[in-house]
């Protein structure tokens, strides 16, 4: 058998392209059962048909793809901020269902193209920092959490909203190390997640969410630091009481509930006065609310954000 | 000159121990030399990648973990000399201790310059306010400023003015730095606590054994000034 050495460096095949071979393969068997299987698998490769708004867009330059896809925090993926890119490349978006439950007149589960369907998607770019002192800007595909909620009809009594990330050890080995309380749990308070700003996400920079991202539907609130963001969603609880989140079981004097992005409250170990925006050399100073007081600032009028960390 | 270092203490004469092993010197110095280069390349590759573009999205962290990282390692390493030579008996292995020593200076200073300059840039209201009020930076400063005399008092020469027994006495601050050391990482860290906790297996195990040597009281070689 004669082996080839003298292969070139263009030869090989792209990394995206040698990733997606799954798909093309899945595509190219299903091609024969008609588009309506095919379209939403062909919906990965192109755009998401997502409008810009401008009413949410703020000026500061949006962050390299590159680095938003190679610097993630996923710990159900390892945590190293490379792992989340390594691990999770085959990781199954499809199928997909989200269940919401709880305080809710209309109970009901959603599939993945139900909630593409739900409400038109739109393009907002976000200002995402991250409670380690470190942030990005990216252009999220989504739309507002309260068109979803408003479909289930919240009750009078529902005060708070959970959001529960998978639970897969299998799919998503960091979940095998006790590193966090498994599966990731964040909430909200109902105004909070009644927001406008409070985006149900599906999309990055035009496309489907890269699985690292917390494919295929993840939620971003801009004005908290960024492990409120869950990832990967699941399901959706609406109850009476507070949630106890992932990160305030892990570390209770650290991690609030509120966790909202405040110069003037430094985490307990480090400060959160100055950040590092991503591919900037010098810091810059921590905007309160990450910039967004003038949008949410009276959700929190008369409380002490100190003590509601 | 033996009364002044002690029993046991002989002082570094290199032109009498050459007459005396020329052929197993030879050797150390092949050694040293291998270990110069080889505690050169986590410098070295930090710089390439540094060129290359090729330190992540937050070169800066990279470049604050990685340096802090190898000072670690060659503090660890160098606290781990004595022990290894005493369980082996490769007394040896002795006369690199203080070059492993000092390239665990070298990773602090680099350390500290990426922090001063790269992270901080010469912020100095900033940089005070860190080190008096963020208990990670406090103890790291601490071990920071702990290696600076050892690092200053590591030649022949300062070992002869300090004599045998103020030079130990001041050379044993290096277990606190080592020990500020591991806890500077095991508060910074968020929550996985992996790296800092086998830091700490490293540390504890190489008191462990001193503890032990000295326990058993044997006339260790470890009395005898290293090179």
């Not at chain 1, 997606?20 to 309506?36: C, I, K, N, P, V």
């Not at chain 1, 990781?91 to 139900?114: A, C, H, I, S, Y």
Request: with cysteine; charged share 20%.
């Amino acid at each position: 058998m004669r082996f080839n050495l003298n292969l070139k460096e263009c030869e090989v095949t792209s990394r995206a392209l040698w990733a997606s071979r799954r798909d093309f393969l899945r595509q190219t068997m299903t091609a024969g059962l008609g588009g309506w299987i095919a379209a939403p698998l062909a919906a990965k490769a192109g755009s998401l048909g997502a409008k810009p708004n401008p009413a949410f867009r703020v000026s500061d330059p949006t962050t390299p793809l590159e680095k938003v896809t190679t610097y993630n925090n996923f710990y159900e993926f390892g945590t190293s901020k490379e792992d989340p890119a390594q691990q999770a490349t085959d990781f199954k978006v499809r199928p997909w269902k989200v269940v919401v439950e709880g305080e809710v007149n209309k109970p009901q589960t959603f599939d993945l193209d139900d909630i593409l369907k739900l409400a038109p998607l739109e393009e907002r770019i976000y200002r995402l920092r991250c409670v380690e002192a470190w942030s990005m800007v990216i252009p999220w595909i989504g739309f507002p959490l309260k068109e979803l909620l408003n479909r289930v009809d919240p009750r009078g009594n529902a005060k708070f909203v959970e959001l529960i990330s998978l639970m897969d050890p299998d799919q998503m080995p960091g979940q095998k190390n006790a590193v966090l309380d498994w599966p990731y749990r964040e909430g909200l308070r109902l105004d909070e997640a009644m927001h406008p700003l409070t985006l149900l996400t599906v999309g990055l920079y035009g496309d489907v969410l890269p699985n690292q991202n917390g494919a295929p539907v993840r939620i971003v609130i801009p004005w908290k630091y960024g492990f409120k963001s869950v990832k990967s969603i699941v399901r959706i609880r609406l109850t009476e009481t507070m949630p106890v989140t992932s990160w305030m079981k892990a570390g209770p004097s650290e991690y609030g509930f509120y966790a909202n992005v405040n110069p003037a409250v430094d985490h307990p170990r480090w400060s959160q006065a100055k950040e590092r925006r991503i591919g900037d050399f010098l810091k810059r100073p921590t905007l309160p609310f990450n910039g967004y007081a003038d949008q949410v600032a009276s959700l929190y009028s008369g409380m002490d954000l100190t003590k509601n960390f | 000159m033996t009364q002044r270092f002690g029993h046991g203490m002989e002082p570094n004469i290199p032109s009498a121990r050459q007459r005396q092993q020329p052929k197993a010197n030879r050797a150390i110095v092949g050694f040293k030399i291998l270990i110069f280069v080889l505690a050169l390349v986590p410098m070295t590759r930090l710089l390439m990648n540094g060129y290359l573009d090729a330190l992540g999205a937050n070169p800066v962290e990279k470049i604050l973990h990685n340096t802090g990282f190898w000072t670690l390692s060659f503090l660890m390493i160098t606290l781990w000399v004595t022990p290894l030579r005493s369980v082996t008996g490769w007394t040896f292995i002795g006369r690199f201790r203080r070059m492993l020593g000092l390239f665990a200076f070298f990773y602090v200073v680099l350390h500290f310059l990426s922090y001063l300059v790269l992270d901080q840039f010469f912020d100095w209201p900033n940089i005070l306010k860190d080190i008096s009020k963020r208990p990670y930076i406090t103890v790291g400063f601490s071990a920071f400023l702990i290696l600076i005399p050892l690092a200053v008092t590591s030649t022949d020469g300062m070992m002869r003015r300090l004599g045998g027994k103020r030079w130990r006495g001041l050379h044993r601050w290096v277990y606190l730095a080592g020990f500020a050391g591991v806890v500077h990482f095991w508060w910074l860290v968020k929550k996985d606590i992996t790296e800092p906790s086998l830091f700490a297996i490293a540390f504890s195990v190489a008191m462990i054994v001193r503890v032990l040597m000295k326990l058993r009281k044997r006339p260790s070689p470890s009395l005898i000034i290293p090179h």
